[in-house]
């Protein structure tokens, strides 16, 4: 049968440059689904939010919000209306969070006022990602100021520490190698990440020695020092709720609602760290996309260059960095520097 004497629905269907005939059954909105199951309130920080995220499928019943720990003051103005809000629902969980950011109170004044609230720990895991620090005025909380990298906030200390000493870009390259890592202790780091993350969440009741050994298992579990995996966000969020009386759905977080995170900054496992923990490494950096750009990616040298490009529009105070300043203090430390400006 020729084309044109089809009929209109069956041309349509067989022409790309038609309409399809479906597109009526496509106008009807879907209405939103009411839950009406016990609400959940989560307070923190980027963690948190995936834990929120994670409850509203692993609880599909309960509506969940989430609070941003960042802006309480602006949100709730004093810590005896964020115990107000909380009263509302019928679980809350919280991270800890210090003096300074709500008036009123930390998260002590918190739960004095909303006993039922439940602390579940902020995760900080160096062991992939020893050479990450901030840079910046970071130990007043009120005057938070910290200084941009090309990811974000994060820095890397060897490219600070060499431009603060005045090395050029290919001999601060050349220092990401083995023997340097080394010396800076950034192979040695398992055991202590391991013991400083158990202990923390041990202090608020929640210990983690079960959870950590099926982390270490998948291999690297961190996108950077305090951004972990969905797998890790989901363990904590199911564990949270199957302690409060509510049963958690048996689904795997990745496989329904994706990894916020991971379209977060990545930072790269270096290769000499990498096989210490027999891992594949890079020195791939990937920054936080704008919109649904794709996101920028550097190589090492591009990564050293845009971190300089950065560095050389700031004062030595804004670039300020505890650990760049304890360096170049250590004459043995600071050697390695030199060395490296006199090769």
């Not at 989430?66 to 003051?73: G, P, S, T």
Request: proline letters at 8%; glycine letters at 8%; charged letters at 20%.
């Amino acid at each position: 049968m020729a084309f044109h004497r089809l009929p209109q629905r069956a041309r349509a269907v067989l022409s790309l440059s038609a309409p399809s005939w479906a597109t009526p059954w496509r106008k009807p909105r879907v209405p939103e689904v009411v839950r009406t199951g016990p609400s959940i309130a989560v307070i923190g920080n980027c963690q948190a939010r995936g834990a929120a995220e994670a409850m509203r499928l692993l609880a599909p019943n309960s509506p969940v919000r989430f609070i941003q720990m960042a802006w309480l003051k602006r949100e709730h103005g004093h810590v005896d209306n964020l115990a107000r809000t909380l009263h509302g629902f019928d679980h809350v969980f919280s991270q800890q969070f210090p003096s300074g950011l709500i008036p009123g109170g930390d998260i002590d004044a918190l739960r004095a006022l909303e006993p039922r609230l439940r602390l579940f720990p902020t995760l900080v895991f160096p062991a992939f990602h020893p050479d990450m620090v901030y840079a910046g005025r970071i130990a007043d909380l009120s005057a938070l100021k910290l200084a941009p990298s090309p990811m974000g906030q994060y820095h890397s200390a060897i490219a600070l520490a060499a431009h603060r000493v005045g090395l050029s870009i290919d001999r601060t390259v050349a220092l990401y190698r083995e023997d340097v890592f080394a010396r800076l202790g950034y192979l040695d780091l398992w055991e202590s990440s391991v013991r400083d993350l158990l202990g923390s969440a041990a202090q608020i009741g929640f210990g983690l020695d079960r959870e950590m050994a099926r982390w270490a298992r998948r291999g690297d579990f961190m996108y950077v020092l305090n951004h972990p995996k969905a797998f890790v966000i989901g363990d904590i969020a199911r564990r949270l709720l199957d302690e409060s009386g509510l049963r958690p759905e048996p689904v795997e977080i990745e496989a329904y609602i994706g990894d916020e995170l991971a379209r977060d900054v990545v930072w790269p496992v270096y290769p000499p760290i990498a096989e210490a923990y027999g891992l594949t490494g890079s020195y791939l950096f990937k920054a936080k996309p704008r919109g649904k750009a794709f996101p920028r990616l550097y190589d090492l040298p591009g990564f050293v260059a845009a971190s300089f490009a950065i560095y050389e529009g700031l004062s030595r105070e804004a670039l300020a960095c505890q650990r760049v300043e304890s360096w170049l203090a250590d004459p043995a430390i600071a050697g390695l520097f030199e060395a490296a400006r006199r090769d």
